[in-house]
Structure formats: structure tokens, C-alpha cells
């Protein structure tokens, strides 16, 4: 499963919470997002390319994650605009991992991923090849599962549909769950971060029924 994004899940209930019942918390976040949007207005163009690079790095690099960004995103610009530039940022770094899996090959790729995890994926695309499967893995797996994607030269075109599918949802739960805990609304963030964990279960019991 996505053990990275249900561990951030598990800690941005921790976090919201936290949030919500701390008041030196609350202060100090606005102190910093304040000047991060006073930067932003200042550097408008700037604000928005650190923002989309930083998505882009997060699908390519397994450690790297720009979703504590989010919140101050949704302060600064309104969750429409962070969830087009954060699903820009994140589809730019799966095309990109998609290319260099393609084109430079399993060697090069093993720099970013281990090798065990790679031959682990691969095989996985490979017996799982449809439409709805691979969807589904994308769903399931780690964004850097793109890389895996490209050294079997899956079909451009199809994973570039099955990847904004994939990444559509993620984009926008991140944004109105960041908004819902800027604005205290409990129970729109529970939900939201409810039906993601759902929809990354599902998937992933449908992809591995076969292995678990």
C-alpha cells in the first residue's frame, strides 16, 4: 500500500488536531504563513514555480513530500489555484519519471527508487496491464511508481490519463482538507480524510487480492 501517504495521513489527524487545541500552534504558523504570502505577493510568479517545482520533486524523490505546503497554499491563493498548481507540479514529476524510466532505463532509475521495490512494481504493471488496474495501482502505489510505468513502456498516452486521474483526487482532498482545518470544520475534514484513506484501501485490496 501507499504506507508513505496513510503514515501522512495518520500524522495530519495528529497535526489537525494539535492545530485546532493549541493556540501557540495556530500562532505560529500564521506568523510564518503571513510572511510566506507577503513573499508570494511580492514574488507572485516566483511563489508559484517554488510551489509547482516542489510538487514536481515530491513525485520523482520517495522522501520528499510538499503537502505541509498545501495549507499555506490554500491561505495564500484559495484551494482551486493550489489544487491546479499542486496536480500540475505532481503530473509534471510523473512525466518525468515516466521519461527517464523509458529512456534512460532501470539503472538510472535504481538512483531513485531501490531495486527491489522497482522489480516489484514492474512485475506488478505487467500482470495488471488494463485500464482499470493500472489505475487502480496508481492509486494504491507511491507516485514513483511512474518510473515502473516507463521501464516496461507502458503506452504514453494511457498513462498520462490514467495519472490525472490518479492524482485528481489526492489534489483536491489536500486542498478543502487543509482549508477545513484552517477554518476548524472538524467534520469536513474527517470526511475528507476518511474517504481518501478509503479509496487508497480499496484499491489497494483489489490490486494485491491475489497476495494478501
Do not use: C
Not at 60 to 77: E, G, Q, R
Not at 93 to 101: E, F, N, S
Not at 127 to 150: D, V
Request: charged share 10%; hydrophobic share 60%; glycine share 4%.
Amino acid at each position: 500500500m501507499n504506507r508513505r501517504l496513510v503514515v501522512f495521513l495518520s500524522l495530519a489527524v495528529i497535526i489537525a488536531l494539535l492545530f485546532w487545541y493549541s493556540s501557540v500552534l495556530q500562532n505560529s504558523f500564521y506568523v510564518i504563513a503571513d510572511l510566506l504570502k507577503e513573499l508570494a505577493i511580492q514574488n507572485k510568479l516566483l511563489a508559484i514555480f517554488v510551489f509547482i517545482l516542489t510538487s514536481a520533486l515530491a513525485a520523482l524523490v520517495s522522501p520528499l513530500t510538499n503537502i505541509p505546503l498545501v495549507p499555506i497554499a490554500t491561505l495564500i491563493w484559495g484551494p482551486i489555484p493550489t489544487i491546479i498548481y499542486l496536480l500540475f507540479g505532481w503530473f509534471i514529476g510523473d512525466i518525468i519519471a515516466y521519461i527517464i524510466g523509458r529512456y534512460l532505463g532501470y539503472k538510472a532509475v535504481s538512483y531513485f527508487v531501490s531495486t527491489e521495490k522497482l522489480d516489484d512494481w514492474s512485475s506488478m504493471v505487467k500482470k495488471r496491464a488494463t485500464f482499470s488496474t493500472a489505475l487502480l495501482l496508481r492509486i494504491a502505489l507511491p507516485a514513483e511508481l511512474g518510473y515502473a510505468f516507463g521501464i516496461i513502456r507502458y503506452p504514453a498516452g494511457i498513462y498520462i490519463i490514467i495519472t490525472f486521474l490518479s492524482e485528481l483526487p489526492f489534489a483536491i482532498i489536500s486542498a478543502y482538507a487543509s482549508e477545513a482545518v484552517l477554518y476548524g470544520e472538524a467534520l469536513k475534514f474527517f470526511s475528507l480524510v476518511g474517504i481518501l484513506f478509503v479509496v487508497i484501501f480499496v484499491s489497494f485490496r483489489m490490486t494485491h487480492s491475489d497476495r494478501v
